[in-house]
């Protein structure tokens, strides 16, 4: 029975299920939101609703709890009988995979929509229009993305479970170019990089997947890895099609199993910045990929760049496989 009451809590939070029977609240503060009592007769709001611990407290009452809780007491209902009440108001769960696609699509063609968004692509080098298509590159502008999705049947709280939105409703990718992380078929993750300083760049909660891009290179006898997805990006827009990409300087266990499951050849373009950590992370891998008989070799690119970097200051694709010849174990 207590993991039910787990379950159904984080399905449905308390201020939705409040607000679904028509209680008015006010924000009182980051985390809180104040009205009327539900559960006695008040003319002035005393009833809190704590939506981070997701749980309630009426100061003219003195009666408090989580959304269990608040069934026992305003329907006079056991224990058992409240889970049962609510299993029996939420909807089936929609597929997370379907919900994520249908955000990435509303990215997609807000794109070309904000010029600050086309600007900040032309800045890193990407230009390509067939290119970002195939990419399903979009733009989160923030404002729009709840309404959407809510439009299209999906809830509140699970938009929230999926990290899409903030608990008053905002976009958690705002202001921010979005790529779509996909295993297989399958969208598992969106990545929101910022135009700005303002905002960190950001996955989604939950897997990043595997190596992006994989599908297309795996049955390749050399390939590339790179940091970044616009060094991806970049390198595809230079001619190349053998890369993949490892969201960051270390791989995961699929990652790492993926690169592993076949004999082949790895060129590791990995960032030469100030503090050497990228060439760091490329040395460990080159040892760690060499114990699982791949070989694996540096690309040792001008120093303070990354593939990205490389072109956008006026490298070009001869220039660049010159470096993979000359690339070290």
């Known amino acids: 029975m207590s ?31 104040v009205g009327l009592c539900p559960l006695h007769e008040e003319t ?126 905002a976009d958690a990718l705002y202001r921010r170019i979005v790529f779509p992380l996909c295993q297989g078929e399958h969208i598992v993750n969106l990545y929101g990089r910022s135009l700005g300083a303002a905002f960190a760049h950001r996955f989604l909660p939950g897997s990043k997947g595997g190596l992006y891009g994989w599908e297309k290179v795996r049955h390749l006898s050399v390939v590339i890895l790179v940091e970044g997805l616009f060094d991806y990006a970049a390198l595809r827009q230079a001619g190349f099609s053998n890369m ?8 995961n266990a699929d990652q790492f199993r993926q690169l592993c499951d076949a004999r082949r050849t790895v060129y590791l373009a990995f960032d030469t910045d100030q503090n050497q950590s990228g060439q760091q992370a490329a040395q460990q891998m080159v040892r760690r990929l060499g114990e699982q ?27 660049f496989r010159c470096l993979l010849e000359a690339a070290q174990p």
């Open 3 to 33: 993991e039910g009451v787990g379950t159904l809590g984080r399905r449905l939070p308390l201020l939705d299920y409040l607000k679904q029977h028509n209680w008015k609240g006010r924000p009182a503060g980051r985390w809180e939101y």
């Open 44 to 169: 002035r709001p005393s009833f809190y609703v704590n939506t981070r611990k997701d749980v309630f407290y009426c100061h003219g009452c003195g009666r408090g709890g989580d959304l269990i809780r608040f069934l026992q007491l305003s329907r006079r209902l056991s224990l058992r009988e409240s889970l049962a009440c609510l299993d029996a108001q939420i909807p089936a769960e929609a597929d997370s995979s379907a919900v994520l696609e249908q955000a990435a699509a509303f990215y997609r063609k807000q794109l070309d929509r904000y010029p600050e968004a086309l600007d900040y692509l032309h800045r890193r080098g990407l230009h390509d229009p067939a290119l970002i298509g195939e990419l399903g590159i979009g733009y989160a502008p923030g404002g729009m993305l709840c309404r959407f999705l809510t439009a299209r049947g999906h809830s509140f709280a699970g938009l929230r479970r999926l990290g899409l939105i903030s608990v008053q409703g």
């Open 244 to 251: 993949t990409c490892s969201l960051g300087t270390h791989l």
């Open 293 to 319: 008989g791949i070989a694996a070799r540096r690309v040792l690119l001008p120093h303070g760049h990354d593939p990205n970097s490389f072109f956008v200051a006026g490298g070009n694709a001869q220039q």
